[in-house]
């Protein structure tokens, strides 16, 4: 599940830059 993996760090990279 490496892809998961990948994608919840995308989304929390992203949250990080939004705020």
């Known amino acids: ?3 998961e993996l990948t994608v ?3 989304g ?3 949250n ?3 705020k």
């Open 16 to 18: 990080t830059i939004k």
């Open 12 to 14: 929390k990279m992203e």
């Open 8 to 10: 919840d760090a995308i």
């Open 1 to 3: 599940k490496l892809y």
